[in-house]
Structure formats: C-alpha cells, structure tokens
C-alpha cells in the first residue's frame, strides 16, 4: 500500500482481535513517533508501551470510549486492545507548540500501526490520575492521551457528509464515520 491509499485507509476501529503485537513492531511504531516533526527539536514526547494483560485492564477501565455510540462503543471482554502505548510530555522540554508535537507523533503511531495492519483508536478522555498512577508516571511529566492497538476485529468507513458529525454502527458492528466533502473544505486563493 501506497502511502496516501495507507493515510486514506486509516480508521478508528474500538473492537481488536486478542492476538499479541511483536514488541519488534512496537518498537519499530514508537521509533516512528520519536522522528516526527517536534518544535525547536526539544523532543518533549516519551511513550510507555504496555502490553501486560493486567496492566492493560487496569488502563481500560479508565477510559472513555465512542460517546456518539455509547455503550456499543465500548469493547467488550474479548474485543479489548492487546496494546496501550501512553504518549506522556516531559514538562522541562515542552514548548507553547506541544499540541502540534503531540499531533505529529500521534500520526505517525497510527500511520505506522495501520503499515503492519494493526489498528489504533486515540483516547483523550482518559482518567489520568489514575493511569499516571497505574504507570508511575514521575510529576514531571504529563500524561497527555493513550493510544490503543490491536488487530482489527471490525472494520470503519468513511462516507461524505456535511450534515452530521455522528459515527454510527451499522447491524454488523461496522463503523461508519462522516467526513466533511472535499467541496466543502477547500478553498483556492481566498476564501
């Protein structure tokens, strides 16, 4: 796959097969988050990978999942992430363009995921006391947002749409996500 078929292919999916991740291909996803684009080069990101069950049911149970499809959102038993990667800020090296940092590496975990077929679902709502707790972040840093990873176990489609910004699942479980059209959106010159 082609670098744009694998950015226009690259869904949230919320429902994973239970079949572990290689820590090689973990590592490999995380060396492509260290190289993203970072403001004044301070490289403020770190990234802890969990792959431990345990330690995988303590961070999902401090999550909050698909608010539009609340709770058919939410993965059940056997549909959890196999994988958490927890995207943490050292607060000594960020910048006012953190946002923009974060962004970056983010993107380039999920592109580089959706590369060796694993699927990713990005969880803002996260109670971070508790993971940062659960992780024994240092105060030093901040946990900005969680990243979860697994093999999918359903499938998400884009479809054109202006007029709601609602997912929905269709009667087989599927995602469907609406995009604003490319019409709509773009702008030549001026506004």
Known sequence: M????????????????QISINIDILIDIIDCARLAPCASNKQPLEYIIVTNKNLCDEI?????????????????????PTCYIAVIV?????????????GL??????????????????LGSVNTDNVKNILHI???????????????????FYEDNDDTVEYYL???GNMYVP??????????NDF
Do not use: M
Request: positive net charge; aromatic residues 10%.
């Open 2 to 17: 082609n670098l744009i078929e694998l950015i226009k292919s690259r869904r949230t999916i919320r429902k994973f097969k």
């Open 60 to 80: 999902f149970v401090n999550l909050r999942w698909a608010a539009y499809i609340h709770p058919n959102g939410i993965p059940k038993h056997d549909e959890k």
């Open 90 to 102: 050292n607060k000594n090296r960020a910048t006012k363009w953190i946002g923009h940092d974060i």
């Open 105 to 122: 590496a983010i993107e380039n975990i999920t592109l580089a995921a959706w590369s060796y077929g694993i699927a990713s679902c990005i």
């Open 138 to 156: 240092p105060d030093e840093y901040i946990l900005d947002s969680i990243v979860a990873l697994g093999y999918p176990a359903q499938q998400s």
């Open 170 to 172: 269709d009667e087989d």
């Open 179 to 188: 995009k604003r059209p490319l019409n709509n959106i773009i702008h030549f």
